[in-house]
Each structure stands twice: as C-alpha cells, then as structure tokens.
Nanobody, 114 residues
Framework: QVQVVESGGGLVQPGGSLRLSCAASGSIFSTYLMGWYRQAPGKQRELVATITRGAITNYAGSVKGRFTISRDNAKNTVTLQMNSLTPEDTAVYYC????????WGQGTQVTVSS
C-alpha cells in the first residue's frame, strides 16, 4: 500500500506565495520522479514541475522563474514553492510519485483571488 499526501494549498491574493508539500509512504522501493501537476476547472491536467532523484528539474513554461521544486530523497518528500501567484494558477494541484509504478495524491486546492 502506498500513500501520497499533499498539504499546503489554500487561498492567496495575486502576487502572493504558497508552499505545497507532498509525502510518499508505504511500499515504495524507488521514487525516480516526483512532481506536481494541476487541473483547472474545464481544463486538462497539466504538468507544473517534476524533479528526478538526481535533482534534474523540469518546469512548465508558465511557472518557470516563479515556482521552485525540491525534494528530500531520504524522506520521499517533494516541495513546490510558488511565488508571484496569479489567478491563472488557480487549480487543484496533484502530487505524482513515479517509480516502478505511478502514484497520485488526492489533490490540494490552490485559489489565487483578491
């Protein structure tokens, strides 16, 4: 059994910051890739950022320079620091953990609004 649990979502004003965290636990023997996707109402789920076990990162163009992804391999955790948020960042954010299998978290709501 594998658990992927996100935390840190909420309501923030435009220009503000939020920090999302994700912890994977259970029968995970390898976590090559960890990261974040998001899904806004009426839109498809899209990649936000990913990071490999060797710390190679990949960002969506829309968040590059504003978001920073990091991970702790020993704890199987991944963090997304989001700065300069805009209303277009409003979405449900999902953590992804990929090793032998792919696991998703339940999602955490991020709302950017004044």
């Amino acid at each position: 059994q594998v658990q992927v649990v996100e935390s840190g979502g909420g309501l923030v004003q435009p220009g503000g910051s939020l920090r999302l965290s994700c912890a994977a636990s259970g029968s995970i023997f390898s976590t090559y890739l960890m990261g974040w996707y998001r899904q806004a109402p009426g839109k498809q789920r899209e990649l936000v950022a990913t990071i490999t076990r060797g710390a190679i990162t990949n960002y969506a163009g829309s968040v590059k320079g504003r978001f920073t992804i990091s991970r702790d391999n020993a704890k199987n955790t991944v963090t997304l620091q989001m700065n300069s948020l805009t209303p277009e960042d409003t979405a449900v954010y999902y953590c992804i953990v990929q090793g032998s299998y792919t696991y998703w978290g339940q999602g955490t709501q991020v709302t950017v609004s004044s």
